[in-house]
């Protein structure tokens, strides 16, 4: 029994009856949402499934889909349009012609039977023939073929050969060529059948995101313990304050010619006034990132490494036994959040690691979210190298500087409370195999995170002011 069927498509509920091949008994496991694989799904980790179609038919929706909009998915130029609906007009004319001719031909074959000695009488000629509504119909095709030039069938293949070769013109342009990531990326057309539309764009609409943007999603910033790590700027960001700064300077330079030019006409004669504009002084160039201070792989644009180094080297000293002596409590305590921070972001997740040969480490996530933070967590020392359920392994990377090795942590999950629509929050309990400690790690909307804490949002305001300033400043960007 499906429960989606019902109107709830985030359930499924079934039986499954396996029949044991020595002891014939029958056993039942319980099918839920996490036994479905949704079309696209691909399989990991796993050498083969049994499987069972339960979506099919023609009432399916992504049958329905196709059959419904089948028609409208094909798109049509405005040139095309108008020389469809020309060429019927040029057939109706066609037509109509072929049909008043052989109206006529067959009146006048009427007109003529009386006349005998106007008549062709050969013995081979059919005497139904000479009838005249036979006549005139055979006359109506006569007249079509004569006219078969009225409607240009050349002209269709001729567009489309035109077409073709516009098309293969436009991804050899030079001029619509693009490097990225060091690679020449040149214009690809996917159809030919839209090539005039190019230069008559009058309205382009486009959503909140991913049609006219790279669509990425990578990690900035981020808060333990109450202190901030990272600035967050992106290259928006940086543009608005490029621009206001160049607004504000041609603010003060229009203000300060405005002053000059008074003080001339107050103090100088006219014929004696010499009025020298201030020049516009350019924004001063907005200081460049550190190259050392940066944290730059796959969905990672980090420029706070240093710190970063310091308190995750700092919390793995303290785990060898190596507390420096210099440190503080406040140093002690930011470390130990920041590793708790970036063992949480490598655990509480549904990536699954992809190991291919001659390749680095990659990962396959179902949401853009997790596989930035697990992106994250890898380049900052806490790498996700194997989920082989119910075991998770990390590999932990100390900073170079530390003197401490690497070394390995498994983790086995004992419950997974997965993300969903109402929760708005997802909940790992896991249990390392080594020390035999449980971890419960939990992410999601602070929203909702923020009642669940200890003392609540009143304490998180009071204990970590940076916290309260990031999601004030965040919450009117949704």
Known sequence: RNRASFGQLDAFSGLAHFQDPDTHKVKENRLTLDNLLLRGSVLRNSGFVYGLVCYTGHDSKILMNNSARAAERIKRSSVEHMMNANILRMFGTQFS????????????QAAIAED????????????????????????FFTWFILFSGFVPISLLVSMEMVKFFQAIFMMWDEK??????????FCNVQTSSLNEELGQVEFVFSDKTGTLTCNTLDFRKFIAGGSQFGTGETDISRAAKRREAQLSSAKRHSLQNLAHARHASNHLSPDSASIKPVPLTPPSPEQQDDPEDLLVSPHVNFNDLRRLEEAFGLAELVRAGRTPPTATPEDLDEAHHVREFLLALALCNTVFPVHEPDKPLGMKASSPDDEALVCFSNAAGVRFIDRSPPLIT???????????????????????????????????????????KILVASKGADSFIGPLLRGGEANLAQNHPHSEIHRRHTHPMG
């Open 97 to 108: 012609i072929c049909l008043i001719a052989g109206i006529l031909a067959g009146v006048y």
């Open 176 to 185: 619509m060529m693009h490097v990225m990531q060091g690679e020449e990326k």
């Open 394 to 436: 990390l590999e932990i990377v100390p900073p170079p500087a530390t003197g401490v090795e690497a070394y390995r942590l498994v983790f086995e999950q004992v419950a997974l409370l997965d993300f969903s629509s109402k929760r708005k929050r997802m909940t790992l309990l896991v249990k390392e195999r080594e020390s035999g």
């Open 116 to 139: 005998p000695y106007l008549m062709d009488n050969n013995s081979g000629v059919d005497e139904d023939a000479t009838e005249p509504g036979f006549f005139g119909f055979q006359r």
